[in-house]
């Protein structure tokens, strides 16, 4: 099956390219790129992609898809659906489901389910412990040799340092990383937002930033010792970040990953309203903590650009602050957020949102590579940034709406994603 590709302004770093150019796909491949192709077969599909942008596949590593075991929040049909809806070509879920993805078994149930109905690549990430309880190690050989491409107990810290380090030696076995949930729950405690002054004024439990930064510093010499690959998910501190600015440069392996929601959103925008859409794990942090975190995108200490979403149903939301879950959605706003704040402003390069967004996400998991070159597997995304819209419920397809950010008014959207070369959204709808 042959698909062309016309007319889109094609940016990937990888290749030095950054020019308006056709692609010809066969059969899920890329076969040609270059100006003025034209169909070879008469049953060619042929669109015309002039005034939109072209990356490779976007891939948000860390999504919360619910399934199996809370499909009432998302399952994998709308939480790929959602992602496809965002942009994104791949995505990697986490394994804090119910049961638990600790076995070989679920992580063949969610590959299974998703090859039947995602609108997206899956890829499965394995708990670290059993349960993720912190007490024995997962079957994290027999997840590996049945398809998981990382592991995490993403949830909660791993709070015993000598069950992290086991898990440390194992996955270097693997050549597998660990993505770390730093969160040390004997100093959190029962926290709900960031420790300060907001939290004063609101009345809630407070969650000081070193009860993160603390897991981030044992984590990073953890990895020192082991010599293993180490994400840091979901930063929001200024320390934290400069703490994987020094492992870095000491030449560890240690990445980390940053949200919208923590760059763009601070402890401020909690009001007295107690929006609980604002209550996310970890917490929303102050501006200085969000302006580091933009820097750090910028200057390369932030690998990855991620959403951590994290679907709940109304009613868990629509409850005190205190009892209501953490978390937000974001695969639906993750690129317009993006565009909008750092790329349009001129703070980053669409070369670095493609890194952040599509080239180091599947570097950290270790993944097949996407290009725009011949050969390579043809997961692409366009855009349109000449789209102004506002946030609403109705925006999105996720069976959630829990977004910190409705009401905001951002540029850019997605239009087309092909996977495989098999489109899966055409001009902004998600394909049956």
Sequence with gaps: MELLLKGAHVIDPQVALDDITDIRVVDGKIAEVGKNLEPVSSSAKVRDLTGKILTPGLVDLHVHLRDPGLEQKES?????????????????????????????????YIQSVAQQVGKCRVHVSGACTQGEKGEALSE???????????????????????????????????????????QDEGLVGKGQVNEGVVSTRLGLAPWPAEGEELQIARDIALSRLTGCALQ??????????????????????????????????????????????????????????AQALI????????????????????????????????????????????????????????????????????????????????????????????????????????KAKNSGFLGHTLTGKPTDVFVGGRATMEEGVVCE
């Design 232 to 289: 840091i998910q979901h930063m929001s501190t200024r320390r934290g970040i400069e703490m994987v600015r020094a492992a870095k440069a000491e030449g560890l392996k240690v990445t980390c990953e940053a949200t919208p929601h923590h760059m763009f959103l601070t402890e401020d925008d909690i009001q007295d309203d107690y929006n609980t859409n604002l209550k996310v794990n970890p917490p929303l942090r102050t501006k200085e903590d």
């Design 295 to 398: 820097e750090a995108v910028a200057d390369g200490t932030v690998d990855v650009i991620v959403t951590d979403h994290a679907p709940h149903i109304k009613f868990e939301k629509d409850r005190e602050f205190e009892i209501a879950p953490f978390g937000m959605i974001g695969l639906e706003t993750s690129f317009a957020l993006v565009y909008t704040h750092l790329v349009k402003p001129g703070i980053i390069s669409w070369q670095r949102l493609v890194e952040l967004m599509a080239i180091n996400p599947r570097a950290v998991l270790r993944v097949e590579e996407v290009a725009i070159r011949p050969g390579s597997t043809a997961d692409l995304s366009v855009f349109d940034t000449s789209i102004e819209w506002t946030v609403t419920e109705e925006s999105f397809v996720s």
């Design 76 to 108: 994998i049909a709308t939480g790929t659906a959602a992602a496809a809806h965002g942009g994104f070509t791949a995505v990697c879920c986490m394994p804090n489901t119910k049961p638990i993805t600790d076995n070989a078994l679920a992580v063949e």
């Design 140 to 182: 994290m050989g027999d997840m590996v040799a049945h398809g998981a491409v990382a592991f995490t107990d993403d949830g909660r810290g791993v709070q015993d340092s000598g069950m992290m380090r086991r898990v440390m030696d194992y996955a270097v076995q693997f050549d597998k990383v660990v993505m770390s949930h730093c």
